[in-house]
């Protein structure tokens, strides 16, 4: 399925007027593509790696949480020190600390940045990651149990006087008032593909969060977390969608490059040599890695350069669809994405440091040119007319040639 894309001039209603830039903190040079064994944290890389989010123009980072990875908060609290302007993300998992607590650690966050802290709740797509920190809830009862804690971060940072509460997850007795954020409140975020994930996110997210998927799909789910939202009342969430993308010079260049990867992407997945790969090589249990995975079958092109083969080497481990070629058809597939509301892109691509330095050097600059442009005039710019990616004939087919050329190799 593709959505064909808009090469006129108006700029559509629903297009997003500003975009953010999110990345993801590494903190050592091991990567899918050279998984090399390390400590886990490289004090010199690290510092490397946010100073060139920095200098690149990114507005986030996200600091990622799992069972056997290095804590969230306190890679948070490393980025506040060593940064000016990055906003750092939290990844919370709501199990593992009491609402009030979480609170608390956030708060001191934002104060500690001047009001730069943001927090992205996972509520758990695998039993078997959750079970490592004695988590038993049932999948289907994970997201009630992010609604409640949402509610008890946001009274914990504003009430004024102790209160109490008996929920379904949470007890407690005569808290606070709590210790309080650098401004009124702290952004939080949820993701997920579930009919709980959209009830919650709609209902009470700051920001809902998408991997990249094709644009007619991602129209269907932005609309539906909005409608959640306007029937409960609230103004729509922010749109955060995430991609991998692999660029060049040029578009054949950036697919020779994209085929090169993934076939060492895939070595180093069934070695399970990196990250959680050892836990992921059975079917996934999250709707978000199977909605991916279904998409990888049906094809591996959508739209105007998403790629899913990515995800189909890595069995849609996290995010993992790519989008491939020149920094000016990556430019306007993102662009293709914000003019269906997406404000908040998250890019990280798979030689992380280099290419973090060059998204920032090569994409960012062209999307915000290109929105300035429209600012100013009040009509899109020329970049998506003349950079129609997979849709233009030159590489028609080009994709599964390739496919083809490395399969028989």
């Known amino acids: ?144 149990r992010t609604s409640e804690y949402i509610d008890l971060l946001r009274r914990s940072w504003t009430e004024k006087a102790p209160f ?20 009124d409140t702290i952004p939080i975020s949820i993701g997920g593909s579930s009919d709980e994930a959209f009830e919650v996110g709609g ?42 993308p692999i660029i060049a010079k040029t578009d054949e260049l950036a697919w020779a490059k994209a085929h090169d990867y993934v076939g060492r992407i895939a070595d180093t997945f069934a070695k399970a040599a990196f990250g959680k790969q050892l836990h992921a090589q059975g079917e996934p249990q999250n709707v978000g890695s199977k909605r991916a995975l279904e998409f990888a079958a049906k094809s591996d092109l959508y739209d105007r350069a998403l790629w899913t083969r990515t995800a189909a080497a890595t069995n849609a481990t996290g995010a993992s669809t790519a989008l491939v070629g020149s920094p000016e058809t990556v430019a306007a597939a993102i662009l293709d994405y914000v003019d269906l509301g997406a404000d908040l892109v998250s890019i990280r691509g798979y030689d992380t440091l280099a290419d973090a330095v060059d998204y920032g050097r090569y994409v960012l600059p062209l999307v915000r040119q290109e929105l300035a442009h429209r600012e100013a005039t009040g009509q899109r710019g020329r970049l998506q007319a003349e950079h129609p990616g997979n849709y233009g004939p030159e590489y028609a087919g080009y994709a599964t040639a390739r496919r083809g050329e490395v399969e028989s190799a």
């Open 164 to 183: 109490s509460h008996d929920g379904e997850f949470y007890s407690f007795d005569g808290f606070g008032p709590g210790f309080a954020p650098y401004g």
């Open 1 to 144: 399925m593709t959505l064909a894309l808009t090469t006129g001039q108006s700029i559509p209603a629903t297009a997003a007027k500003t975009v953010e830039f999110i990345s993801l903190s590494h903190l050592n040079p091991a990567t899918e593509l050279n998984p090399i064994k390390t400590r886990g944290i490289e004090l010199s890389y690290f510092r490397t790696y946010v100073r060139a989010l920095e200098d690149g123009g990114y507005d986030y980072t996200l600091l990622p949480y799992g069972s056997g990875t290095a804590d969230s908060f306190v890679v948070a609290s490393a980025v506040g020190a060593l940064t000016e302007r990055i906003k750092p993300i939290v990844a919370l998992r709501p199990n593992t600390a009491l609402p009030q607590v979480a609170a608390q650690q956030l708060a001191t966050l934002d104060q500690l940045t001047e009001g730069r802290a943001v927090v992205h709740l996972i509520s758990g797509g695998s039993d078997a990651e959750q079970a490592r920190h004695g988590d038993y809830l049932p999948k289907e009862r994970r997201y009630a």
């Open 203 to 244: 209902a009470k997210a700051d920001v809902f969060s998408f991997w990249g998927e094709p644009l007619a799909d991602i129209r269907g789910q932005i609309e539906r977390v909005n409608a959640i939202a306007e029937r409960h009342g609230r103004p729509n969430p922010r749109i955060w969608v995430t991609f991998r």
